[in-house]
Protein backbone atom coordinates (compact mmCIF):
# COMPACT_ATOMS: atom_id res chain seq x y z
CA UNK A 1 0.00 0.00 0.00
CA UNK A 2 1.61 3.28 -1.10
CA UNK A 3 1.28 6.23 1.22
CA UNK A 4 0.06 9.95 0.77
CA UNK A 5 3.01 11.23 -0.28
CA UNK A 6 4.46 8.74 -2.22
CA UNK A 7 1.28 8.64 -4.67
CA UNK A 8 1.32 12.26 -4.61
CA UNK A 9 4.74 11.80 -5.47
CA UNK A 10 4.28 9.13 -8.64
CA UNK A 11 1.27 11.62 -9.73
CA UNK A 12 3.74 14.71 -10.20
CA UNK A 13 7.03 12.93 -11.81
CA UNK A 14 4.92 10.92 -14.01
CA UNK A 15 3.50 14.24 -15.28
CA UNK A 16 6.98 16.24 -15.25
CA UNK A 17 8.30 12.45 -16.99
CA UNK A 18 4.94 12.06 -19.43
CA UNK A 19 4.43 9.23 -18.38
CA UNK A 20 0.87 9.19 -19.23
CA UNK A 21 0.03 5.07 -18.00
CA UNK A 22 1.99 6.01 -14.63
CA UNK A 23 -0.21 9.17 -13.97
CA UNK A 24 -3.57 7.61 -14.54
CA UNK A 25 -2.01 4.21 -12.60
CA UNK A 26 -1.19 6.47 -9.29
CA UNK A 27 -4.91 8.07 -10.09
CA UNK A 28 -6.97 5.16 -9.58
CA UNK A 29 -4.95 4.17 -6.68
CA UNK A 30 -5.10 7.57 -5.29
CA UNK A 31 -8.64 7.38 -5.37
CA UNK A 32 -9.26 3.77 -4.21
CA UNK A 33 -7.09 4.65 -0.76
CA UNK A 34 -9.63 6.99 -0.58
CA UNK A 35 -7.78 10.44 -0.57
CA UNK A 36 -9.88 13.42 -1.69
CA UNK A 37 -9.55 13.77 -5.85
CA UNK A 38 -9.02 17.60 -5.52
CA UNK A 39 -5.51 17.03 -3.50
CA UNK A 40 -4.21 14.65 -5.90
CA UNK A 41 -5.35 17.14 -8.84
CA UNK A 42 -3.97 20.14 -7.63
CA UNK A 43 -0.90 18.77 -4.88
CA UNK A 44 -0.18 15.80 -6.95
CA UNK A 45 -0.75 17.12 -11.39
CA UNK A 46 -0.52 20.67 -11.00
CA UNK A 47 2.36 20.51 -8.99
CA UNK A 48 3.63 18.46 -11.14
CA UNK A 49 2.88 20.83 -14.03
CA UNK A 50 4.21 23.55 -12.19
CA UNK A 51 7.83 21.73 -12.32
CA UNK A 52 7.11 21.15 -15.83
CA UNK A 53 6.90 25.68 -15.97
CA UNK A 54 10.16 25.60 -14.50
CA UNK A 55 11.86 23.41 -16.76
CA UNK A 56 10.01 24.91 -19.42
CA UNK A 57 11.22 28.54 -18.07
CA UNK A 58 14.87 27.08 -18.08
CA UNK A 59 15.10 26.06 -21.49
CA UNK A 60 15.34 22.71 -20.17
CA UNK A 61 11.92 21.83 -21.83
CA UNK A 62 10.42 23.03 -24.91
CA UNK A 63 6.79 22.90 -26.89
CA UNK A 64 6.75 18.70 -27.37
CA UNK A 65 7.69 17.94 -23.54
CA UNK A 66 5.14 20.13 -22.73
CA UNK A 67 2.28 18.94 -24.52
CA UNK A 68 2.96 15.27 -23.65
CA UNK A 69 3.24 16.61 -20.00
CA UNK A 70 -0.29 17.88 -20.90
CA UNK A 71 -1.49 14.52 -22.23
CA UNK A 72 0.11 12.79 -18.69
CA UNK A 73 -1.87 15.71 -16.99
CA UNK A 74 -5.07 15.21 -18.64
CA UNK A 75 -4.79 11.18 -18.11
CA UNK A 76 -4.79 11.94 -14.23
CA UNK A 77 -7.43 14.96 -14.68
CA UNK A 78 -9.94 12.57 -16.39
CA UNK A 79 -9.68 10.21 -13.57
CA UNK A 80 -9.75 12.54 -10.69
CA UNK A 81 -12.16 15.39 -11.48
CA UNK A 82 -15.31 13.58 -11.58
CA UNK A 83 -14.90 12.66 -8.28
CA UNK A 84 -14.31 16.24 -6.74
CA UNK A 85 -17.76 17.36 -5.28
CA UNK A 86 -18.88 20.90 -7.13
CA UNK A 87 -18.72 22.09 -3.46
CA UNK A 88 -14.60 21.18 -3.25
CA UNK A 89 -13.93 23.34 -6.48
CA UNK A 90 -13.30 26.87 -4.45
CA UNK A 91 -13.53 28.31 -7.83
CA UNK A 92 -17.12 29.05 -9.63
CA UNK A 93 -15.86 30.63 -12.96
CA UNK A 94 -16.51 30.59 -16.59
CA UNK A 95 -14.07 30.91 -19.64
CA UNK A 96 -14.51 31.56 -23.42
CA UNK A 97 -11.96 30.52 -25.17
CA UNK A 98 -10.87 29.64 -28.83
CA UNK A 99 -8.09 30.61 -31.68
CA UNK A 100 -8.97 33.49 -34.07
CA UNK A 101 -11.32 33.48 -36.97
CA UNK A 102 -8.19 32.73 -39.88
CA UNK A 103 -5.64 30.57 -37.51
CA UNK A 104 -6.26 27.13 -37.84
CA UNK A 105 -3.27 26.32 -34.80
CA UNK A 106 -4.71 25.68 -31.59
CA UNK A 107 -1.67 24.37 -29.52
CA UNK A 108 -1.41 27.29 -27.37
CA UNK A 109 -4.99 27.67 -26.73
CA UNK A 110 -4.95 24.09 -25.54
CA UNK A 111 -1.93 25.06 -23.06
CA UNK A 112 -4.27 27.29 -21.67
CA UNK A 113 -7.44 25.58 -21.53
CA UNK A 114 -5.74 23.13 -19.62
CA UNK A 115 -4.86 25.41 -17.20
CA UNK A 116 -8.52 26.24 -16.79
CA UNK A 117 -9.21 22.81 -16.58
CA UNK A 118 -6.82 21.91 -13.98
CA UNK A 119 -8.49 24.68 -11.93
CA UNK A 120 -12.02 23.60 -12.17
CA UNK A 121 -13.43 26.20 -14.84
CA UNK A 122 -16.21 26.30 -17.04
CA UNK A 123 -14.31 25.83 -20.15
CA UNK A 124 -16.59 27.02 -23.16
CA UNK A 125 -13.66 25.78 -25.67
CA UNK A 126 -14.63 27.74 -29.76
CA UNK A 127 -12.38 25.51 -31.42
CA UNK A 128 -10.36 27.37 -33.70
CA UNK A 129 -10.66 29.15 -36.73
CA UNK A 130 -13.85 31.12 -34.68
CA UNK A 131 -15.49 34.12 -36.54
CA UNK A 132 -14.78 37.31 -34.15
CA UNK A 133 -18.50 37.12 -32.99
CA UNK A 134 -18.63 34.30 -31.90
CA UNK A 135 -16.66 34.98 -29.24
CA UNK A 136 -19.16 38.04 -28.44
CA UNK A 137 -22.22 35.95 -28.50
CA UNK A 138 -20.92 33.23 -26.42
CA UNK A 139 -19.31 35.52 -23.71
CA UNK A 140 -22.74 37.23 -23.53
CA UNK A 141 -24.60 33.93 -23.97
CA UNK A 142 -22.45 32.16 -20.47
CA UNK A 143 -21.72 35.34 -18.47
CA UNK A 144 -18.11 34.27 -18.16
CA UNK A 145 -15.59 36.44 -16.53
CA UNK A 146 -12.71 35.45 -19.15
CA UNK A 147 -12.51 35.43 -22.88
CA UNK A 148 -9.05 33.94 -23.86
CA UNK A 149 -8.05 34.42 -27.54
CA UNK A 150 -4.88 33.26 -29.34
CA UNK A 151 -3.41 34.08 -32.65
CA UNK A 152 -0.34 32.03 -33.90
CA UNK A 153 -0.15 34.37 -36.96
CA UNK A 154 0.81 37.93 -37.41
CA UNK A 155 -1.64 38.12 -40.02
CA UNK A 156 -4.95 37.12 -37.74
CA UNK A 157 -3.78 38.92 -34.73
CA UNK A 158 -5.70 41.99 -35.64
CA UNK A 159 -9.02 39.88 -35.11
CA UNK A 160 -8.67 40.33 -31.55
CA UNK A 161 -8.57 43.92 -31.39
CA UNK A 162 -11.78 43.94 -32.53
CA UNK A 163 -13.29 41.66 -30.57
CA UNK A 164 -11.91 43.04 -27.32
CA UNK A 165 -13.88 46.04 -28.49
CA UNK A 166 -16.62 44.31 -29.04
CA UNK A 167 -16.51 42.49 -26.01
CA UNK A 168 -15.33 45.67 -23.61
CA UNK A 169 -18.07 47.92 -25.37
CA UNK A 170 -21.05 45.44 -24.42
CA UNK A 171 -19.68 44.27 -21.13
CA UNK A 172 -16.37 46.22 -19.95
CA UNK A 173 -15.52 44.00 -16.60
CA UNK A 174 -14.77 40.77 -18.93
CA UNK A 175 -11.00 39.84 -18.37
CA UNK A 176 -9.40 39.47 -21.37
CA UNK A 177 -6.33 37.23 -22.23
CA UNK A 178 -4.49 37.31 -25.36
CA UNK A 179 -1.52 34.80 -26.48
CA UNK A 180 -0.21 33.60 -29.48
CA UNK A 181 3.41 33.65 -30.96
CA UNK A 182 3.29 37.49 -32.78
CA UNK A 183 1.39 39.02 -29.82
CA UNK A 184 4.17 40.94 -27.88
CA UNK A 185 3.43 42.95 -25.32
CA UNK A 186 2.91 46.17 -26.74
CA UNK A 187 0.21 44.72 -28.92
CA UNK A 188 -1.39 43.37 -25.83
CA UNK A 189 -1.33 46.53 -24.28
CA UNK A 190 -2.53 48.75 -27.49
CA UNK A 191 -5.21 46.46 -28.22
CA UNK A 192 -6.57 46.58 -24.54
CA UNK A 193 -6.51 43.49 -23.16
CA UNK A 194 -5.98 42.79 -19.60
CA UNK A 195 -3.45 39.40 -19.57
CA UNK A 196 -0.87 38.23 -22.16
CA UNK A 197 1.08 35.23 -23.03
CA UNK A 198 3.78 35.46 -25.49
CA UNK A 199 3.50 32.22 -27.26
CA UNK A 200 2.35 28.56 -26.90
CA UNK A 201 5.31 28.14 -24.52
CA UNK A 202 4.83 31.30 -22.72
CA UNK A 203 1.17 30.60 -22.37
CA UNK A 204 1.90 27.34 -20.72
CA UNK A 205 4.29 29.18 -18.49
CA UNK A 206 1.88 31.65 -17.41
CA UNK A 207 -1.03 29.70 -17.45
CA UNK A 208 1.68 27.14 -14.59
CA UNK A 209 2.44 30.34 -12.52
CA UNK A 210 -1.68 30.93 -12.42
CA UNK A 211 -1.67 27.61 -11.36
CA UNK A 212 0.99 27.81 -8.63
CA UNK A 213 -0.87 31.08 -7.41
CA UNK A 214 -4.49 28.90 -7.48
CA UNK A 215 -2.64 26.82 -4.95
CA UNK A 216 -1.16 29.16 -3.00
CA UNK A 217 -4.57 30.47 -2.44
CA UNK A 218 -5.66 27.35 -1.17
CA UNK A 219 -3.35 26.52 1.15
CA UNK A 220 -4.21 29.88 2.54
CA UNK A 221 -7.66 29.36 2.27
CA UNK B 1 28.00 55.83 -60.96
CA UNK B 2 24.51 56.13 -61.10
CA UNK B 3 21.81 54.73 -59.06
CA UNK B 4 20.73 51.35 -59.22
CA UNK B 5 17.80 49.90 -59.91
CA UNK B 6 16.41 47.37 -57.47
CA UNK B 7 17.06 44.75 -58.61
CA UNK B 8 20.41 45.12 -59.10
CA UNK B 9 20.74 46.40 -55.95
CA UNK B 10 19.26 43.47 -54.59
CA UNK B 11 21.13 41.20 -56.66
CA UNK B 12 24.29 42.78 -56.17
CA UNK B 13 23.61 42.72 -52.16
CA UNK B 14 22.51 38.76 -52.37
CA UNK B 15 26.55 38.29 -53.81
CA UNK B 16 27.86 40.72 -51.50
CA UNK B 17 28.93 43.23 -53.87
CA UNK B 18 29.01 46.76 -53.12
CA UNK B 19 25.88 48.45 -53.75
CA UNK B 20 24.22 52.04 -53.75
CA UNK B 21 22.45 51.88 -50.55
CA UNK B 22 20.72 49.74 -48.55
CA UNK B 23 17.72 47.91 -50.01
CA UNK B 24 14.29 47.30 -48.25
CA UNK B 25 13.39 43.98 -49.72
CA UNK B 26 11.99 40.84 -48.06
CA UNK B 27 11.52 36.94 -49.52
CA UNK B 28 8.26 37.01 -47.42
CA UNK B 29 4.96 38.39 -47.53
CA UNK B 30 5.28 42.19 -49.42
CA UNK B 31 1.93 42.36 -50.65
CA UNK B 32 0.05 45.52 -49.30
CA UNK B 33 -3.76 47.14 -49.19
CA UNK B 34 -2.87 50.05 -51.29
CA UNK B 35 -1.32 48.14 -54.04
CA UNK B 36 -4.43 45.63 -54.38
CA UNK B 37 -6.61 48.14 -54.30
CA UNK B 38 -4.86 49.93 -56.94
CA UNK B 39 -4.55 46.55 -59.37
CA UNK B 40 -8.77 46.95 -59.10
CA UNK B 41 -8.91 43.39 -56.82
CA UNK B 42 -10.26 42.12 -53.19
CA UNK B 43 -7.77 40.65 -51.26
CA UNK B 44 -9.19 37.37 -51.47
CA UNK B 45 -9.01 37.08 -55.06
CA UNK B 46 -5.06 37.65 -55.13
CA UNK B 47 -4.44 34.28 -54.01
CA UNK B 48 -6.00 32.20 -56.96
CA UNK B 49 -4.80 33.99 -60.64
CA UNK B 50 -1.41 34.44 -61.77
CA UNK B 51 -2.78 37.80 -63.34
CA UNK B 52 -4.54 39.03 -59.93
CA UNK B 53 -1.05 37.74 -57.94
CA UNK B 54 1.17 39.68 -60.47
CA UNK B 55 -0.61 42.66 -60.58
CA UNK B 56 -1.41 43.07 -56.90
CA UNK B 57 2.78 42.43 -56.09
CA UNK B 58 3.53 45.22 -58.89
CA UNK B 59 1.40 47.66 -57.92
CA UNK B 60 2.16 47.29 -53.77
CA UNK B 61 5.98 47.35 -54.67
CA UNK B 62 5.89 50.27 -57.05
CA UNK B 63 3.65 52.67 -54.40
CA UNK B 64 5.62 52.05 -51.48
CA UNK B 65 9.15 52.18 -53.32
CA UNK B 66 9.99 48.75 -52.53
CA UNK B 67 12.87 47.06 -53.71
CA UNK B 68 11.02 43.75 -54.44
CA UNK B 69 8.62 42.14 -54.95
CA UNK B 70 7.27 38.66 -53.71
CA UNK B 71 4.73 35.74 -54.36
CA UNK B 72 2.92 33.93 -53.52
CA UNK B 73 0.99 35.09 -50.90
CA UNK B 74 -0.46 32.00 -49.18
CA UNK B 75 1.17 29.06 -46.80
CA UNK B 76 -1.40 26.48 -47.96
CA UNK B 77 -0.79 26.09 -52.17
CA UNK B 78 1.62 22.95 -51.43
CA UNK B 79 -1.50 21.17 -49.33
CA UNK B 80 -3.99 22.10 -51.43
CA UNK B 81 -2.21 20.14 -54.05
CA UNK B 82 -1.89 17.45 -52.18
CA UNK B 83 -5.65 17.30 -52.09
CA UNK B 84 -6.81 19.65 -48.78
CA UNK B 85 -9.50 22.17 -49.39
CA UNK B 86 -8.86 25.82 -48.52
CA UNK B 87 -10.81 28.27 -46.53
CA UNK B 88 -10.41 31.85 -48.51
CA UNK B 89 -12.81 33.96 -46.63
CA UNK B 90 -14.27 35.76 -49.37
CA UNK B 91 -16.93 36.86 -46.95
CA UNK B 92 -14.99 38.64 -44.20
CA UNK B 93 -14.47 41.94 -43.76
CA UNK B 94 -11.52 41.13 -42.51
CA UNK B 95 -8.17 40.71 -44.30
CA UNK B 96 -7.63 36.94 -43.93
CA UNK B 97 -5.18 34.89 -45.74
CA UNK B 98 -5.87 31.45 -46.79
CA UNK B 99 -6.03 28.18 -43.83
CA UNK B 100 -6.70 24.56 -44.59
CA UNK B 101 -9.78 24.00 -41.85
CA UNK B 102 -9.34 20.36 -41.91
CA UNK B 103 -6.88 18.30 -42.69
CA UNK B 104 -7.50 15.31 -44.38
CA UNK B 105 -4.95 13.57 -42.76
CA UNK B 106 -4.45 12.42 -39.51
CA UNK B 107 -1.01 9.94 -39.41
CA UNK B 108 2.23 10.50 -39.99
CA UNK B 109 1.86 7.28 -42.13
CA UNK B 110 -0.61 8.92 -44.34
CA UNK B 111 1.52 11.20 -46.17
CA UNK B 112 1.82 11.45 -49.87
CA UNK B 113 3.31 13.65 -52.23
CA UNK B 114 1.92 13.56 -55.57
CA UNK B 115 4.51 13.82 -58.50
CA UNK B 116 5.29 17.07 -60.00
CA UNK B 117 3.73 18.78 -57.18
CA UNK B 118 4.37 22.21 -58.62
CA UNK B 119 2.10 21.38 -61.86
CA UNK B 120 -0.72 20.96 -59.97
CA UNK B 121 -3.48 23.93 -58.28
CA UNK B 122 -2.57 27.11 -57.72
CA UNK B 123 1.27 26.07 -58.14
CA UNK B 124 0.91 25.32 -61.45
CA UNK B 125 0.04 29.57 -61.85
CA UNK B 126 3.16 30.66 -60.39
CA UNK B 127 5.79 30.59 -63.37
CA UNK B 128 3.02 32.38 -65.78
CA UNK B 129 3.12 35.11 -62.74
CA UNK B 130 6.76 35.09 -62.34
CA UNK B 131 6.77 35.93 -66.15
CA UNK B 132 4.04 38.51 -66.33
CA UNK B 133 6.26 40.47 -63.38
CA UNK B 134 9.35 39.58 -65.08
CA UNK B 135 7.78 41.27 -68.65
CA UNK B 136 6.01 44.38 -66.68
CA UNK B 137 8.58 45.12 -63.79
CA UNK B 138 11.88 44.50 -65.00
CA UNK B 139 13.35 46.73 -62.84
CA UNK B 140 12.18 44.69 -59.40
CA UNK B 141 13.55 41.36 -58.39
CA UNK B 142 11.17 38.58 -58.00
CA UNK B 143 11.41 36.66 -54.85
CA UNK B 144 9.75 33.59 -53.91
CA UNK B 145 9.51 30.95 -50.59
CA UNK B 146 9.17 27.90 -49.77
CA UNK B 147 8.20 26.86 -46.21
CA UNK B 148 11.05 24.82 -44.72
CA UNK B 149 9.52 20.91 -44.10
CA UNK B 150 8.50 21.05 -40.20
CA UNK B 151 6.66 24.22 -40.52
CA UNK B 152 5.10 22.75 -43.95
CA UNK B 153 4.06 19.57 -41.84
CA UNK B 154 1.98 21.93 -39.70
CA UNK B 155 -0.31 22.85 -43.05
CA UNK B 156 -0.60 19.00 -43.75
CA UNK B 157 -1.10 17.36 -39.99
CA UNK B 158 -2.02 18.67 -37.08
CA UNK B 159 1.25 20.03 -35.73
CA UNK B 160 1.10 18.29 -32.25
CA UNK B 161 1.46 14.91 -33.95
CA UNK B 162 4.96 16.11 -35.59
CA UNK B 163 5.78 18.03 -32.10
CA UNK B 164 4.89 15.00 -29.86
CA UNK B 165 6.39 12.46 -32.80
CA UNK B 166 9.94 14.18 -32.19
CA UNK B 167 10.17 12.14 -29.14
CA UNK B 168 7.40 9.05 -29.41
CA UNK B 169 8.12 8.81 -33.55
CA UNK B 170 11.49 9.66 -34.38
CA UNK B 171 11.53 7.47 -37.45
CA UNK B 172 8.33 8.46 -39.19
CA UNK B 173 8.62 12.18 -38.09
CA UNK B 174 12.09 12.19 -40.22
CA UNK B 175 10.10 10.24 -42.94
CA UNK B 176 7.56 12.88 -43.24
CA UNK B 177 10.17 15.64 -43.07
CA UNK B 178 11.93 13.53 -45.88
CA UNK B 179 9.65 13.89 -48.73
CA UNK B 180 8.40 17.54 -47.87
CA UNK B 181 12.32 18.17 -48.21
CA UNK B 182 12.44 15.98 -51.46
CA UNK B 183 8.96 18.67 -52.56
CA UNK B 184 10.07 21.25 -51.16
CA UNK B 185 13.78 21.15 -53.28
CA UNK B 186 11.39 20.09 -56.39
CA UNK B 187 9.21 23.09 -56.14
CA UNK B 188 12.09 25.65 -55.39
CA UNK B 189 14.08 24.48 -58.29
CA UNK B 190 10.65 25.39 -60.80
CA UNK B 191 10.56 28.76 -59.33
CA UNK B 192 13.76 29.18 -59.95
CA UNK B 193 13.53 27.36 -63.89
CA UNK B 194 10.58 29.67 -64.18
CA UNK B 195 12.87 32.85 -63.58
CA UNK B 196 12.40 33.80 -59.54
CA UNK B 197 15.92 35.63 -59.04
CA UNK B 198 16.40 34.58 -55.48
CA UNK B 199 14.74 32.27 -52.84
CA UNK B 200 13.50 32.11 -49.16
CA UNK B 201 13.26 28.96 -47.09
CA UNK B 202 11.01 29.87 -44.38
CA UNK B 203 11.09 28.05 -41.46
CA UNK B 204 9.28 29.63 -38.65
CA UNK B 205 7.69 26.30 -36.99
CA UNK B 206 11.44 25.71 -35.37
CA UNK B 207 12.11 28.55 -33.51
CA UNK B 208 13.90 27.91 -29.91
CA UNK B 209 10.90 28.91 -28.20
CA UNK B 210 9.12 25.85 -29.80
CA UNK B 211 11.75 23.45 -30.40
CA UNK B 212 14.77 22.69 -28.64
CA UNK B 213 18.57 23.44 -30.49
CA UNK B 214 18.89 19.86 -29.91
CA UNK B 215 16.00 18.73 -31.78
CA UNK B 216 16.61 21.49 -34.43
CA UNK B 217 20.38 20.14 -35.07
CA UNK B 218 19.06 16.74 -35.29
CA UNK B 219 16.00 16.93 -37.19
CA UNK B 220 15.67 20.41 -38.80
CA UNK B 221 19.02 21.26 -39.75
CA UNK B 222 20.10 18.81 -41.95
CA UNK B 223 16.45 19.03 -44.07
CA UNK B 224 17.32 22.86 -44.74
CA UNK B 225 20.83 22.02 -45.45
CA UNK B 226 20.08 19.52 -48.03
CA UNK B 227 17.58 21.99 -49.82
CA UNK B 228 19.34 24.30 -49.80
CA UNK B 229 22.41 22.41 -51.18
CA UNK B 230 19.89 21.32 -54.09
CA UNK B 231 18.81 25.23 -55.16
CA UNK B 232 20.85 27.78 -57.22
CA UNK B 233 22.08 30.73 -55.45
CA UNK B 234 20.78 33.42 -54.24
CA UNK B 235 19.17 31.16 -51.45
CA UNK B 236 18.16 32.33 -48.14
CA UNK B 237 17.09 30.82 -44.95
CA UNK B 238 14.47 32.56 -42.20
CA UNK B 239 13.02 31.41 -39.23
CA UNK B 240 11.08 33.72 -37.28
CA UNK B 241 11.04 33.71 -33.19
CA UNK B 242 13.63 32.98 -31.02
CA UNK B 243 16.60 32.41 -33.13
CA UNK B 244 19.76 33.71 -31.37
CA UNK B 245 20.64 29.87 -30.08
CA UNK B 246 20.14 28.71 -33.69
CA UNK B 247 21.97 31.14 -35.18
CA UNK B 248 25.48 29.51 -35.73
CA UNK B 249 23.69 26.26 -36.65
CA UNK B 250 21.48 28.56 -39.25
CA UNK B 251 24.89 29.93 -40.84
CA UNK B 252 25.96 26.23 -41.52
CA UNK B 253 23.31 25.39 -43.32
CA UNK B 254 24.23 26.63 -46.67
CA UNK B 255 22.07 29.63 -47.41
CA UNK B 256 23.82 33.14 -49.24
CA UNK B 257 22.03 35.11 -46.18
CA UNK B 258 20.60 34.87 -42.74
CA UNK B 259 16.74 36.64 -42.40
CA UNK B 260 15.21 37.27 -38.80
CA UNK B 261 12.16 38.66 -36.97
CA UNK B 262 11.51 41.14 -34.04
CA UNK B 263 12.67 38.23 -31.40
CA UNK B 264 16.18 38.07 -32.18
CA UNK B 265 18.17 41.11 -30.98
CA UNK B 266 20.25 42.41 -34.31
CA UNK B 267 23.42 43.63 -32.04
CA UNK B 268 23.49 40.18 -30.69
CA UNK B 269 22.52 38.16 -34.02
CA UNK B 270 25.75 40.25 -35.95
CA UNK B 271 28.11 39.38 -32.60
CA UNK B 272 27.25 35.86 -32.72
CA UNK B 273 27.88 35.44 -36.92
CA UNK B 274 30.51 38.27 -37.39
CA UNK B 275 30.93 40.82 -40.03
CA UNK B 276 31.00 38.72 -43.52
CA UNK B 277 27.53 37.23 -43.17
CA UNK B 278 24.60 38.70 -44.76
CA UNK B 279 22.13 39.13 -41.97
CA UNK B 280 18.59 40.78 -42.78
CA UNK B 281 16.02 41.98 -40.22
CA UNK B 282 13.58 42.79 -38.44
CA UNK B 283 10.96 45.53 -39.12
CA UNK B 284 8.41 44.71 -36.43
CA UNK B 285 5.57 44.32 -38.67
CA UNK B 286 2.90 45.37 -36.62
CA UNK B 287 3.75 48.44 -34.62
CA UNK B 288 5.88 50.10 -36.97
CA UNK B 289 4.14 49.94 -40.18
CA UNK B 290 0.38 48.84 -39.46
CA UNK B 291 -0.23 50.78 -35.87
CA UNK B 292 -2.03 54.40 -36.27
CA UNK B 293 -0.85 55.10 -32.72
CA UNK B 294 2.90 54.61 -33.84
CA UNK B 295 4.58 58.44 -34.64
CA UNK B 296 6.12 58.37 -38.39
CA UNK B 297 9.46 59.44 -36.26
CA UNK B 298 9.38 55.86 -34.52
CA UNK B 299 8.98 54.34 -37.59
CA UNK B 300 11.68 56.08 -38.49
CA UNK B 301 14.26 55.34 -35.51
CA UNK B 302 13.45 51.81 -35.40
CA UNK B 303 14.44 51.58 -39.02
CA UNK B 304 17.70 53.52 -38.05
CA UNK B 305 18.32 51.68 -35.01
CA UNK B 306 18.10 48.37 -37.02
CA UNK B 307 20.71 49.60 -39.73
CA UNK B 308 23.04 50.67 -36.71
CA UNK B 309 22.98 47.23 -35.22
CA UNK B 310 24.27 45.72 -38.16
CA UNK B 311 21.62 44.34 -40.77
CA UNK B 312 22.72 44.34 -44.29
CA UNK B 313 19.49 45.11 -45.93
CA UNK B 314 16.09 46.31 -44.00
CA UNK B 315 13.58 43.01 -43.96
CA UNK B 316 10.32 43.14 -42.34
CA UNK B 317 10.39 40.18 -39.68
CA UNK B 318 7.47 39.12 -41.56
CA UNK B 319 4.60 38.36 -43.61
CA UNK B 320 4.20 42.83 -44.21
CA UNK B 321 0.62 42.84 -42.70
CA UNK B 322 -1.52 44.19 -45.47
CA UNK B 323 -3.04 46.72 -44.06
CA UNK B 324 -0.19 49.23 -43.45
CA UNK B 325 -0.57 52.67 -42.68
CA UNK B 326 1.08 54.12 -45.97
CA UNK B 327 3.10 57.11 -44.18
CA UNK B 328 4.69 54.73 -41.55
CA UNK B 329 5.44 52.13 -44.30
CA UNK B 330 7.01 54.51 -46.84
CA UNK B 331 9.46 56.23 -44.13
CA UNK B 332 10.65 52.92 -43.69
CA UNK B 333 11.51 52.55 -47.02
CA UNK B 334 12.92 55.92 -47.48
CA UNK B 335 14.67 56.07 -44.04
CA UNK B 336 16.46 52.52 -45.31
CA UNK B 337 17.62 54.02 -48.46
CA UNK B 338 18.69 57.20 -46.97
CA UNK B 339 20.67 56.03 -43.87
CA UNK B 340 21.84 53.14 -45.81
CA UNK B 341 24.21 54.69 -47.84
CA UNK B 342 27.23 53.48 -45.36
CA UNK B 343 28.89 50.52 -46.09
CA UNK B 344 27.20 47.37 -43.47
CA UNK B 345 29.09 45.09 -41.61
CA UNK B 346 28.93 42.53 -45.15
CA UNK B 347 28.09 44.66 -47.87
CA UNK B 348 30.08 47.79 -49.10
CA UNK B 349 29.25 50.63 -51.25
CA UNK B 350 30.20 51.74 -54.50
Not at chain 1, 28 to 51: H, N, P, R, T, V
Not at chain 1, 163 to 192: C, H, R, W, Y
Not at chain 2, 195 to 212: F, H, K, Q, W
Amino acid sequence: MATKEELLEKLKEGVVEYEEDTVKEASQQWLDEGYLALDGIMDGLAAGMEIVGDLYDKNEYFVPEVLMCADALYGGLAILRPHVPKSDEGVNAQVVIGSIQGDVHDIGKNLVKMMFDVAGWDVHDLGRDVPLENFVEEQLRTDSEVVAMSAMMTTTMLGMKKVIAMIKEKNPNVAIMLGGAPVTKDVANLFGADGYAESAGNAVSEGIKMIGRLREMRAKG
Amino acid sequence: MAELTPKERVMRLLRKEPIDTMPFFSGMGMVVMPGIKKAGFNFPTIHTSAERMAWSAIESARLMNFDCVVIPYDMTMESEAMGNTISLYEDSEDILYPTIPNKMWSTLDEVVVPDKIWEKGRLAFLPEAIKIIKENAPELPVGCWQLGPFTQAGQILELDLMLKGVFKQKEKVGEVLDKLTDMIIGIGKNLQAAGCDYIVLREPGVAADLLSPRTFKEFIQPRLTRILAAWDSPKLLHICGKTEPLLEMMAQCGADGLTVDIKCDVRKGREILGPDVLFMGNVDTYTMTCDEKTPVQKSIDHIKDMIDGGVDAVMPGCDLWPAIIEENMKACVDTTHEYGKKASPAVGRL
